[in-house]
C-alpha cells in the first residue's frame, strides 16, 4: 500500500487529504504522469494547436488541463468525435484543414506544397469546416 496526497492529484484540492492506495494504482497513476509529460513535451516541440470543438485553443489552454477523470473523458470523447468527423470529409478537405490545423502550415504555405492556387485552399478549408460543423452537429 502506498499513501499518496490527493491534492497532488487533484489540483482544485486546497487542503492536504492524504489516502493509503494499492501499488497497482500508484504504478497507474504514475504512468499516466509520464506520459502526460510526454505528451505536454511532444506538443511543445513540434509546436501543436489542437482543434477543439472547430474552434483553436490557445497554448495556455493546452497546458491548463485538468485531472478530474470527468473532463478528461469528455476531452477523449470529443476528440474522438472530431477525428471521426474528419475521416468523413474528402481525403484533400481533411488534408488541408490537418495540416492548417493540426500543423500550423499557412495557406500559402500548403498551396506551395501542393502548388495551388491559394484560394482554392481557402475554400477548400473554408468548406471543409461547414462540413465538418454539419457533422458535429448531427452528432450532437
Known amino acids: 500500500m502506498a499513501r ?6 487533484y489540483p482544485h484540492y486546497k487542503g492536504d487529504s492524504f489516502v493509503d492506495i494499492p501499488d ?11 506520459k502526460e509529460k510526454t505528451y505536454r513535451r511532444y506538443l511543445r516541440y513540434y ?3 489542437l482543434l477543439g470543438d472547430v474552434e483553436l485553443c490557445n497554448e495556455h489552454e493546452l497546458f491548463d488541463m485538468s485531472y478530474v477523470p470527468h473532463d478528461v473523458y469528455e476531452k477523449t470523447t470529443m476528440s474522438a468525435f472530431l477525428h471521426r468527423a474528419v475521416a468523413q ?4 478537405q481533411a488534408k488541408r484543414i490537418y495540416a492548417h490545423f493540426f500543423l500550423g502550415m499557412s495557406n500559402s ?3 506551395r506544397a501542393e502548388d495551388v492556387d491559394e484560394s ?8 471543409g469546416l461547414r462540413k465538418l460543423k454539419k457533422i458535429l ?4
Do not use: T
Not at 470529409?89 to 484533400?92: A, E, H, I
Not at 482554392?120 to 468548406?127: M, N
Not at 452537429?137 to 450532437?140: G, L, R, S, T
Open 137 to 140: 452537429n448531427d452528432i450532437f
Open 47 to 49: 509546436n501543436v494547436l
Open 109 to 111: 504555405e500548403i498551396a
Open 4 to 9: 499518496i496526497n490527493l491534492r497532488d492529484i
Open 24 to 34: 497497482e494504482i500508484l504504478k497507474e497513476i504514475e504512468d499516466c504522469e509520464r
Open 120 to 127: 482554392s485552399v481557402r475554400e477548400s478549408i473554408g468548406s
Open 89 to 92: 470529409l474528402p481525403d484533400k
